[in-house]
């Protein structure tokens, strides 16, 4: 098991390049804009689940 200690790193690395790119192939474009708000909108779903709070929660997760 020790010996596999590579393999997530090379996932990690391999996946951190991969968005890195593809977020700078985007980046000053229409698409950008809208990854950037359905980011912001999945990480205020995630803290108003983790706050308990009902309604927002509710309404987020029929957006998505």
Avoid: C, H, N
Wanted: net charge positive.
């Amino acid at each position: 098991m020790i010996s596999e200690w590579w393999r997530p790193l090379l996932e990690i690395s391999f996946f951190s390049i991969l968005f890195y790119y593809s977020f700078l192939f985007l980046k000053g474009t229409r698409a950008y804009q809208v990854l950037k708000g359905m980011v912001i909108l999945l990480l205020t779903y995630l803290i108003a689940k983790s706050m308990d709070l009902t309604v927002i929660t509710f309404v987020l997760g029929k957006f998505f």
